[in-house]
């Protein structure tokens, strides 16, 4: 099965063209990485099948639905590790993946997300306490809490420590194991 379906994608901006007829396939359960410098139009091409933006041209089909014109249902089958965020930093890493998972009909049960992201020792931390690379994994867990079909990953590694960037490849792959499909930006192709 086809999770992800791209044909032909455009995307202009005035006169410029950040994405220019691209086309691809993703597999259910298939783990697949847009590669490319800074201004290449990954997160662009990303925030087109999120459906946070139209695209100029072409189709794009994400479990078999337009993104721009799904509805909550199909929302509650993808989750979304956008390149920042920007979380009340009062709130513990419990207290911020409780309110995300009460928005998804079946959640990850938080302890099991915390496991997964490697921050069960920090669920009652204030967010504005965590490291850096901590903070990148609390985004992680809340892309997962709502046990998604389609996983978009926008450079999720960025600012993470060498260890902290190898838990979040085992953790990426238990999700693939598990039939997830996952869609990453980044610019290393080591990563890629």
């Known amino acids: 099965m086809t999770a ?10 005035g006169e410029l063209e950040a994405v220019a007829d691209v086309s ?9 990485a847009l590669l490319g ?3 290449a139009g990954k997160t662009t091409t990303m925030e087109i099948l999120e459906g946070y933006r139209a695209p100029s041209g072409g189709t794009v089909r994400v479990l078999g639905e337009e993104p721009g014109r799904a509805g909550r249902a199909w929302r509650a089958r993808v ?6 965020t920007s979380l009340d930093p009062q709130l513990t890493v419990g207290e911020a993946l409780g309110i995300f998972a009460a928005l998804f009909p079946r959640p990850r049960p938080v302890d099991e997300v915390l496991e997964l992201i490697d921050l069960a020792g920090e669920a009652g931390t204030r967010i504005g306490r965590l490291s850096g690379g901590q903070r990148r994994r609390v985004d992680v867990g809340l892309g997962i809490v709502g046990r998604p079909e389609v996983l978009f990953l926008d450079e999720p590694t960025t600012g993470l420590d060498p260890a902290a960037r190898r838990q979040a490849w085992t953790t990426i792959e238990g999700l693939t194991e598990a039939g997830t499909t996952v869609l990453l930006t980044t610019h ?3 990563e890629a």
């Open 79 to 84: 989750g979304l590790v956008l390149q920042s």
């Open 37 to 39: 410098p800074n201004g």
């Open 24 to 32: 691809f396939e993703v597999a259910a359960g298939q783990v697949v």
């Open 188 to 190: 290393y192709l080591e």
């Open 4 to 13: 992800v379906a791209v044909e032909h994608l455009s995307r202009r901006y």
